[in-house]
C-alpha cells in the first residue's frame, strides 16, 4: 500500500523560510512524477511545484524563484524548501505521487505565514 507523510509545516513569519518534506514508502522502485499542492481557506487545490525521475521540475509562477523542489530516490522521499515566504503562502501542503497509473496523496501539512 502506498503511503506518503508529510512533514515540516508550521507558523513562519513573513520573508522566513520553512522546508517540507514528503516521505514515501510502498513503492517498488523509483516513483516518476512527484509533486506538491496547496490548498488555502475556500480555495481550490493548486499545483505550484512538480518534479520528474531525471530531475527536471516545473514550478508555478507565484513560488518560481522561491521554492525548490527536490528529491532523495535513495530514501523516497521529496522535500519543497520554501523561501521569502508570504502571507499568501498560507495554505496547507500535499504531496502527491504517480505510481503505476495512479495518483496518491499525503495527509497534508498546514503552512501559516503571519507576524
Known amino acids: 500500500q502506498v503511503q506518503l507523510v508529510e512533514s515540516g509545516g508550521g507558523l513562519v513569519q513573513p520573508g522566513g523560510s520553512l522546508r517540507l518534506s514528503c516521505e514515501v514508502s510502498?513503492?517498488?522502485?523509483?516513483?516518476?512524477?512527484m509533486a506538491w499542492f496547496r490548498q488555502a481557506p475556500g480555495e481550490q487545490r493548486e499545483l505550484i511545484a512538480t518534479?520528474?525521475?531525471?530531475?527536471?521540475?516545473n514550478y508555478r509562477d507565484s513560488v518560481k524563484g522561491r521554492f525548490t523542489i527536490s528529491r532523495d530516490n535513495a530514501k523516497n522521499t521529496m522535500f519543497l524548501q520554501m523561501n521569502t515566504l508570504k502571507p499568501e503562502d498560507t495554505a496547507v501542503y500535499y504531496c502527491?505521487?504517480?505510481?503505476?497509473?495512479?495518483?496518491?496523496w499525503g495527509q497534508g501539512t498546514q503552512v501559516i505565514v503571519s507576524s
Open positions: 510502498g513503492t517498488d522502485g523509483d516513483v516518476n512524477t
Open positions: 518534479i520528474f525521475n531525471g530531475g527536471r521540475t
Open positions: 502527491n505521487v504517480i505510481w503505476l497509473g495512479q495518483g496518491y
